[in-house]
């Protein structure tokens, strides 16, 4: 980064809501500037990362054997790499973040992971980077109907939301978005490659991958998608409506007949991101602050699951659900993590899931009532088969794993941090609904 001087907090350029920005001169010749920016938002998304990125380094512990140097530096380029997803204000920079992912995650798949790795590493990286040359695409043509209209060629956010665009071509644009987005959501159907990359990641891979990336996704459409083509995002509303919903049927009627419990937990994901898209589709303040919380929610029920996936593995050598019975009587301190997170997943009132859902519910009711039942019946598929896989693994009679051994400090630890998480947000979601209030605020004014 060459010249400039920094603005920080409210100085001239920071966007409205940002508390915090940098701004810096970088490529003077083609107005590129590297340029971040903080909000309640993106405060979230940063903490998250963070606190993630610990969590999944200490799974890997004592699970990592080989080439641990190599893995842990992979996992903290992806940090790196998500963080700017997060903060970038600059579309230019926002694409090199978002493309920086990929690699460190490739790798992650494809040298710890196991069973068909490569496979899945490289069916990963081919459905991210093909959706994300075409955001390429649509970034480089409106920097150029920018240009033209004002004489100033940028790619900075806020420069760009003023550009007027026809609608045809606005059209395609935003579908060029929305298709990258879609497939790291990922959003029926486009989540063909989520299932394989979780079955095959290791568990880091999966808590981040899970935790994480799918959230780019989502945080893109809603900082950049929404926002830069408002029109087009309007016309195109009811297909995203009819995909978000398919994605919870979908989901969570698959996740139902998983016998392996990581593809079970990955086809929930689909479910639960599907939430999160029915709620940007409705944007209305309720329902884009609950889509928000509940990337958050997620962010945190759905690792600890994972988590748990592994530690059951490796004590075990099966991720078969019909290998396991009898485990509260065995492994109580796991059963209860267990049993805690399973229902946050299912969305049991007073845990930090059914906020996130109820708010969505509640604020996409108002624009769209049929697609907001049928997510509903989502909802009660996603608890039956919640409740038979706890039913299964901790209370049924005892099948194929006889012996196991409980947590160990360094499980406990991991596991007690996301759990105090699950229920505080679960019984006191007012503090984050709060930072997120004037965000949401500002990003729906524009829309509605």
Not at 313 to 341: C, M
Not at 413 to 422: E, K, P, Q, R
Request: one cysteine or more; hydrophobic letters at 55%.
């Amino acid at each position: 980064i060459a010249g400039g001087q920094p603005t920080t907090g409210a100085a001239a350029g920071a966007p409205p809501g940002f508390f915090l920005f940098e701004d810096y001169p970088w490529i003077d010749a083609l107005g590129i500037r590297f340029t971040l920016g903080m909000d309640g938002f993106s405060l979230l998304m940063a903490i998250m990362t963070a606190l993630l990125t610990v969590l999944a380094m200490l799974a890997s512990w004592r699970t990592i054997t080989e080439r641990t140097a190599l893995h842990y530096i992979f996992l903290l380029v992806l940090e790196s790499s998500i963080l700017g997803v997060f903060l970038a204000l600059d579309l230019f920079l926002f694409y090199l973040f978002w493309e920086a992912m990929l690699i460190p995650m490739f790798f992650l798949i494809g040298i710890w992971g196991h069973g068909r790795k490569i496979y899945s590493a490289i069916k990963f990286f081919v459905f991210t980077l093909s959706g994300s040359l075409l955001m390429l695409l649509a970034i480089i043509s409106i920097y150029f109907i920018h240009g033209s209209q004002t004489g100033i060629y940028s790619f900075g956010l806020t420069a760009l939301l003023g550009t007027s665009i026809d609608p045809t071509v606005e059209l395609w644009l935003y579908a060029a978005f929305l298709l990258s987005f879609a497939i790291k959501f990922p959003i029926f159907p486009f989540h063909t490659w989520l299932p394989d990359a979780h079955t095959d990641a290791s568990t880091a891979g999966s808590i981040v991958l899970a935790g994480l990336l799918l959230k780019t996704g989502a945080y893109g459409l809603i900082r950049f998608g929404y926002p830069l083509f408002p029109e087009a995002a309007r016309t195109l509303t009811p297909l995203l409506l009819v995909t978000a919903v398919i994605g919870i049927l979908y989901g969570s009627w698959i996740a139902f007949a998983q016998k392996d419990m990581k593809r079970l937990v990955a086809y929930s994901s689909v479910g639960h991101m599907g939430f999160v898209a029915l709620g940007i589709a409705a944007w209305t303040p309720v329902a884009l602050g609950g889509s928000i919380l509940m990337m958050v929610c997620h962010g945190i029920t759905t690792p600890a699951l994972f988590a748990m996936v592994g530690m059951l593995a490796a004590r075990t050598g099966t991720r078969e659900i019909d290998a396991y019975g009898g485990l509260w009587g065995k492994a109580p301190v796991l059963s209860s993590f267990f049993l805690l997170f399973a229902m946050a997943s299912g969305g049991l009132p007073g845990l930090n899931n059914f906020v996130g859902e109820f708010l969505i519910l509640a604020g996409s009711y108002k624009v769209a009532q049929i697609a907001t039942i049928c997510a509903f019946l989502g909802l009660i598929v996603t608890l039956i088969y919640t409740v038979l896989l706890v039913q299964g693994l901790l209370f049924q009679e005892e099948r194929q794993v006889s012996t196991i051994i409980d947590l160990s400090l360094r499980e406990i630890l991991l596991l007690a941090v996301l759990a105090i998480l699950t229920i505080f947000i679960g019984l006191h979601p007012g503090p984050l609904l709060d930072m997120l209030a004037m965000p949401v605020d500002i990003l729906t004014g524009g829309t509605q």
